[in-house]
C-alpha cells in the first residue's frame, strides 16, 4: 500500500505545482499601458488580476499618506542626531576575484537573461504623433525628412532584439507651428509570466554557476 500512497503524494505535488502556476499567471501583472498627451500628462496603467489600476498618477490619498510620513521621518532623524545613536558599520561583501573567465561568463549569463526576458515581452498597439517644426520650411521639410529616415532605420534594428507592433505612427510636417501641441504616445506592453519565471530561473542557476566557479580559486588559496 505504500506505492499508493507515494502515487497520491507525487499527484498532490503536481496538481500543487498546478495551482501556483495558475495564481502565478493571474496575480502577476501581465498588460502595461504607457499614454503621454501634453493636456492630460503621463499615464500609466496595469492589470492585476482582472482589475486595471492606475500606477501614475498615483491616487490622491496615497498621495497624501506620503506627505504625511515626511515630517515623521524627519523628527525621527533629528531625535537619533540628537540622541547621538550611530548605525554599527556593515561589512562589505566579498566579491570574486577579477579574470577574464568571470567576465565571460558574466556577459554570457546577461545575454542569456537579456534574450528570454525579451522574448518573454511584447509592445503592441504603438502610436505615436510627433509634430516636425524647423522654422523655415525648407528647414522644416529638412527635419522632417531625417527625422522619419532615423526613426525607420533604427526601428529595423530595433526589430532584431524586440516584438514591437506598431498601430499609428505619425509624423506631421509642421509648417505653419499649427500642433505644437500634438505631440502623443501611446504603448500596450504584454508579458508572459510563464517565460519571465523562466527566465528568472536560468538568472538564477546562472547566478549559482557563476560564484561557484568564482568561489573555487578563493577556497584553493585558503587552503
Not at 542626531?81 to 561583501?93: I, N, Q, V
Not at 525648407?138 to 514591437?164: C, D, H, M, P, R
Request: proline share 5%; with cysteine.
Amino acid at each position: 500500500m505504500s506505492w499508493i500512497a507515494d502515487i497520491l503524494l507525487f499527484l498532490a505535488a503536481v496538481l500543487a505545482f498546478l495551482l501556483l502556476l495558475v495564481l502565478w499567471v493571474i496575480l502577476v501583472p501581465r498588460h502595461f499601458w504607457v499614454e503621454y498627451c501634453k493636456t492630460d500628462g503621463l499615464i500609466v496603467q496595469v492589470n492585476l488580476a482582472f482589475f486595471k489600476i492606475t500606477l501614475f498618477p498615483l491616487p490622491s490619498f496615497i498621495k497624501k499618506g506620503k506627505e504625511e510620513k515626511k515630517p515623521r521621518e524627519q523628527e525621527e532623524k533629528e531625535i537619533s542626531a540628537k540622541d547621538g545613536k550611530t548605525k554599527k558599520d556593515k561589512k562589505l561583501p566579498q566579491f570574486p576575484e577579477f579574470s577574464f573567465r568571470l567576465v565571460k561568463d558574466i556577459l554570457s549569463a546577461a545575454k542569456g537573461v537579456m534574450k528570454r526576458v525579451l522574448k518573454a515581452i511584447k509592445f503592441s498597439r504603438v502610436s505615436f504623433t510627433v509634430p516636425v517644426y524647423g522654422g523655415r520650411p525648407e528647414e522644416t521639410q529638412k527635419k522632417y525628412a531625417g527625422i522619419t529616415s532615423v526613426f525607420y532605420t533604427f526601428n529595423i534594428f530595433l526589430q532584431q532584439f524586440l516584438q514591437i507592433y506598431y498601430e499609428k505612427p505619425i509624423f506631421i510636417a509642421d509648417f505653419a507651428n499649427l500642433h505644437s501641441n500634438s505631440l502623443y504616445f501611446y504603448c500596450k506592453i504584454s508579458a508572459s509570466p510563464v517565460m519571465l519565471l523562466a527566465a528568472a530561473i536560468f538568472a538564477f542557476r546562472q547566478y549559482r554557476k557563476i560564484t561557484a566557479v568564482a568561489a573555487g580559486p578563493a577556497n584553493e588559496k585558503e587552503n
